[in-house]
């Protein structure tokens, strides 16, 4: 730690480890954005998931419900598929929906007992 005059008379003290920490800390933060910017478009499948419409599920008990919003200027072709936990209950397809630019969907789907899994397929439309 030095020790300064300030012009007014009175003495300023400048630590060094406040400013180095805080560089340190500004360059872990952007590296952490840059990275964690490269992992989630890696992870969704870099470009094509930027044209892909964003959806969230709800699963409760043996229902699935989707809500989707297209917010890109290309159609989507999107599709809800079910998985359920039981060997005898039938898995589903749901029907393919177009997503126009700014559309909105909403998918439902079913089992008879418990479901496993349920995910979107995502597929452009040419045009």
């Given at each position: 730690?030095?020790?300064?005059?300030h012009?007014?008379?009175?003495?300023?003290?400048?630590?060094?480890g406040?400013?180095?920490?805080?560089?340190?800390?500004?360059?872990?933060?952007?590296?952490?954005?840059?990275?964690?910017?490269?992992?989630?478009?890696?992870?969704?499948?870099?470009?094509?998931?930027?044209?892909?419409?964003?959806?969230?599920?709800?699963?409760?008990?043996?229902?699935?419900?989707?809500?989707?919003?297209?917010?890109?200027?290309?159609?989507?072709?999107?599709?809800?598929?079910?998985?359920?936990?039981?060997?005898?209950?039938?898995?589903?397809?749901?029907?393919?929906?177009?997503?126009?630019?700014?559309?909105?969907?909403?998918?439902?789907?079913?089992?008879?007992?418990?479901?496993?899994?349920?995910?979107?397929?995502?597929?452009?439309?040419?045009?």
């Open positions: 730690m030095r020790t300064k005059h012009p007014a008379g009175r003495r300023v003290r400048h630590h060094r406040h400013r180095t920490a805080a560089a340190l800390s500004a360059v872990a933060a952007l590296t952490a954005v840059l990275a964690g910017g490269a992992l989630g478009a890696r992870a969704y499948g870099g470009e094509r998931a930027d044209r892909e419409a964003v959806c969230r599920t709800s699963v409760e008990g043996s229902r699935v419900t989707a809500y989707c919003h297209n917010p890109y200027p290309r159609t989507d072709r999107v599709q809800l598929h079910v998985e359920c936990a039981r060997w005898w209950d039938i898995d589903s397809d749901g029907a393919p929906v177009d997503i126009a630019p700014a559309g909105y969907a909403e998918f439902d789907g079913r089992c008879w007992k418990e479901i496993t899994t349920a995910w979107l397929s995502h597929q452009p439309v040419a045009g």
